[in-house]
């Protein structure tokens, strides 16, 4: 079985985020950039289905300009086997996504699709999602267990209130959640050995995709700083507060 | 206790720009290898550096390794590092592919031994060692015993370690008293060895020991010293770990610093004598690790440099978060924006961005010797190797005492206080101008076998080196106070090669005497040199309006702090070697 991961590049979760001086957007210029966390746990999990001896091959895809085949090379790094980078100026928005993985899919027919649940920097938790319904397979979505058992796949989800198992029938679409997997760290050889793995370069329009835009960002605002708290001087103050002021309880 | 972030950005600047790590590999004929590999495996070492062993740290410091009746046992979680360490191949890095290296370049392991040094200087000794104990079997051992013992120690399966020092031989190794004896195929090793770091531990299924001790026919002194390897287990027919060897770690040393670094008093022979394996020639075993000390002598060097930036970036986040005073209209000052603490948190940063450019600058060079196209540059590489040694030895590791002690005095009275973490950097700093070779030994080395045995052929050529940096730097505008601050420090250090050359020289006493203000005199110099090149490349970028505005125009700034706040005392240091070498020896003995 073939395993198809789509990994994304995003601000290092080290690094401090800035908003760019005209709010236009988040400023990104000489930023430390990184796998983002929940595509490195995508990538662990198929990495692991393949030492099990499940799936035998792993793809590894992402979407942006030529800078994110660093992050395609690191998840070479980690065992993937080869790689596909599709070439975009932008990082495009979800359904874009959604639209050229299905394109993606189509070509390569894994027998499963493996991506984070969501990404830290625009946290949409969309892509996963429309690409199940774009290629017409089931989805577990928030996985913190997958197994997969003959032609099916058994994923634990987290949900609100407990955990959720469903059966899927391959092939079949999971996105990860944090507790799914430890990811490793990349071994000193297989750095070197990423250099020389397959990485295969796509347009857009060698998919047959056009990309629209359905999102218009107005503006992007840092966070207010945080006010100084004060103290109280009894329980009765403080539940008096929590419940008229913060109007919490 | 802070986070430790490895400074990325700062050492793949100073391999691009400084080291030129590109053209270097091309020179090299590693087609495989450039700046983009090296910055794949500098950022996978940062991640282990700061995930796995930067959390170990103050664990180790407060619990460190006890003896017990199966030996050593080193902090707990130590052995869980290590193995990861193992697995991801971190050993490897710079060892030839016939032994399951990965052969990348010298400079290249320079910069990721930094990571593990910063991260837990402790635990680093012992990846250190191994590597130390491993090249020297690499280069002296017959391919008999490389081929049994160099796969698993390049693989960090197998630790090892170095047993010079004895009670009565410590910087004077020609009292050397271990014994070993023939006995067919092997010898039979007796003595006792002091001061072995991670001479025992329970983290891999066998250690190997480099030993050195005197055949029965020895000659006395220097030349009757021969080199063994000693292994804990000896091996059995498969080439695995067998029976415990008669060499064992009988003592440790309760230490200021480095605590979870076991230091070991080694016994060797105590039931009948340890089975050692002769490697090389006899008699030959210190010029085998003379070969080593360039290496051994500026890892320590770099060691100066991890412990400072693992001090100053924590003095960097208590500067920020600690609140103290007020403002006119009330709001709270972080004390980060008093100018005192700016001037501290200035000087570890301009010293270890010193520091740094010229420890891969020198290791670089022995990459350079070995790719050098014909005999005469490989000479003048090696030249360069040698002279450089004893500063990033000396220099970088004076300069890291001063380093922690300004991160502890940044934290004010909680910097006194072991909480916080920078206690421990500065109490594991103080090692560093003692062991290989004390400062005072680096000194004596620069003066006498660098400097005064060629004539001052080699600090003349590097000084003429950075006159012509300083030239060309003087004509560009934008650099011209820098280019002035140098240029006269330059002249201070050609006064100072002249007098050890012509007056100091003719003396017994005199070089000794000043060796150390000389040596210091050097390393500013040298770093200053190497901060005003790096700060001439972030300057044409910022012409050029490439790259991380902010990132270089603070290498600019910092360089000029360096050549304002730190490059002056290289005219008090000239002074006195000019005229203080007296004073340090007219006093009779009996009067102290």
């Known amino acids: 079985m073939k395993i198809l991961v789509s990994v994304k590049r995003v601000i290092d979760y080290n690094a401090k985020v800035r908003v760019k001086a005209d709010n236009s957007d988040v400023d990104l210029a000489n930023v430390k950039m990184a796998l983002n966390p929940f595509c490195e746990i995508a990538v662990e999990e198929a990495i692991r289905l393949k030492e099990a001896g499940v799936a035998s091959e792993v793809v590894v895809v992402s979407i942006g300009p030529k800078t994110v085949q660093e992050q395609l090379r690191t998840a070479l790094a980690l065992g993937a086997d080869r790689a596909i980078q599709i070439d975009t100026e932008q990082m495009p928005e979800p359904l874009n996504v959604a639209k050229l993985l299905a394109k993606v899919v189509e070509a390569e027919q894994p027998g499963l699709v493996i991506l984070g649940k969501q990404s830290i920097d625009s946290d949409n938790n969309q892509t996963g999602q429309m690409l199940a319904a774009l290629t017409g397979r089931p989805q ?68 047959g995709v056009e990309l629209k835009q359905h ?28 419940k008229n002021e913060a109007k919490v309880i | 206790m802070s986070e430790y972030q490895h400074p990325y950005k700062d050492v793949t600047f100073a391999l691009r720009e400084l080291v030129g790590f590109d053209q270097l590999c091309e020179q090299a004929g590693l087609d495989e290898v450039n700046g983009e590999l090296a910055e794949a495996i500098l950022e996978e070492a940062g991640k282990f550096g700061a995930e796995v062993l930067a959390p170990l740290n103050q664990i180790g410091d407060r619990e460190g390794a006890t003896l017990g009746e199966q030996g050593v046992q080193e902090t707990a979680g130590f052995a869980e590092a290590y193995q990861a360490f193992v697995e991801s191949g971190w050993p490897t890095l710079t060892f030839p592919g016939q032994f399951g290296g990965q052969a990348l370049p010298n400079v290249l392991g320079t910069a990721v031994n930094e990571v593990w040094q910063s991260a837990n200087l402790s635990y680093s000794l012992c990846p250190l060692l191994t590597q130390g104990a491993t090249e020297a079997i690499l280069h002296h051992a017959s391919d008999e015993l490389k081929a049994i013992w160099l796969p698993k120690m390049v693989s960090g399966e197998w630790t090892g370690t170095m047993n010079l020092t004895e009670p009565g031989a410590g910087s004077d190794l020609a009292a050397i008293t271990t014994r070993a004896v023939p006995e067919g195929d092997h010898y039979l090793i007796t ?31 220097v030349k009757g010293i021969s080199l063994f390897i000693v292994p804990k287990f000896l091996l059995d027919e498969q080439g695995e770990p067998s029976v415990r060897n008669d060499a064992h770690c009988v003592s440790l040393e309760h230490k200021l610093g480095i605590h979870a670094s076991p230091t070991c008093v080694m016994s060797f022979g105590d039931n009948g004598g340890a089975v050692g ?61 008093f100018p005192d603490v700016r001037r501290m948190l200035m000087q570890m940063r301009a010293s270890i961005e010193a520091m740094r450019g010229l420890a891969l600058l020198a290791s670089a060079e022995a990459d350079r010797a070995k790719a050098a196209g014909d005999e005469a540059q490989a000479r003048q590489h090696n030249e360069r190797v040698e002279l450089f040694t004893p500063i990033v030895k000396g220099w970088l590791t004076e300069m890291s005492q001063e380093i922690t002690y300004l991160g502890v005095q940044v934290h004010g009275g909680m910097g006194f206080i072991e909480e916080t973490g920078s206690a421990q950097h500065y109490r594991d700093a103080r090692i560093l101008t003692i062991y290989e070779g004390t400062t005072g030994i680096q000194a004596l080395d620069l003066v006498g076998r660098k400097i005064l045995r060629n004539q001052g052929v080699a600090i003349n050529s590097l000084l003429d080196e950075i006159d012509d940096f300083t030239r060309q730097l003087a004509s560009d505008p934008e650099m011209a106070l820098l280019s002035e601050r140098l240029s006269k420090a330059l002249e201070y250090g050609r006064q100072a090669t002249r007098w050890l050359l012509e007056t100091g020289g003719q003396t017994d006493w005199a070089p000794g005497a000043v060796s150390v203000p000389f040596m210091m005199l050097m390393g500013y110099l040298c770093g200053a040199w190497v901060s005003c090149r790096m700060a001439q490349s972030a300057s044409a970028q910022i012409a050029a309006s490439e790259g991380d505005i902010e990132f270089l125009q ?3 700034i910092t360089a000029r702090f360096f050549c304002e706040h730190l490059l002056p005392r290289t005219s008090g240091l000239l002074e006195t070697i000019l005229n203080g070498s007296e004073s340090v020896i007219a006093l009779p003995e009996s009067q102290f």
Do not use: C
């Open chain 1, 140 to 207: 577990g979505t928030f996985a913190s267990a997958v197994k997969v058992e003959g032609d099916k796949a058994v994923v634990t989800r987290e949900v609100d209130g407990g955990l959720r198992t469903v059966e899927l029938a391959l092939p079949a679409i999971v996105t990860t959640d944090l507790r799914l997997n430890e990811p490793r760290y990349a071994k000193l050889p297989d750095i070197m050995k990423a250099k020389k793995k397959p990485l295969e370069v796509k347009t857009p329009t060698d998919l």
């Open chain 1, 215 to 242: 999102i218009e960002l107005l503006k992007v605002e840092a966070p207010a700083a945080r006010q100084a708290g004060i103290k109280v001087d009894s329980v009765d103050a403080l539940v008096d507060k929590l």
């Open chain 2, 191 to 221: 003595g006792q060895k002091i001061f072995i770091t991670w001479g025992d531990h329970q983290m891999t299924p066998n250690t190997v020991h480099l030993v050195l001790a005197r055949l029965p026919d020895a000659p006395a002194g």
């Open chain 2, 277 to 337: 394996y002769l490697v090389g020639e006899p008699h030959q075993g210190l010029a085998y690790m003379f070969t080593m000390m360039n290496h051994a002598r500026q890892a320590v060097g770099l060691q100066g440099l991890g412990i400072s930036e693992r001090s100053y970036q924590q003095a960097v986040a208590y500067a920020r978060e600690r609140i103290q005073g007020t403002r006119r209209d009330g709001s709270k000052i972080a004390i980060i924006e």
């Open chain 2, 554 to 556: 603070a290498k600019v």
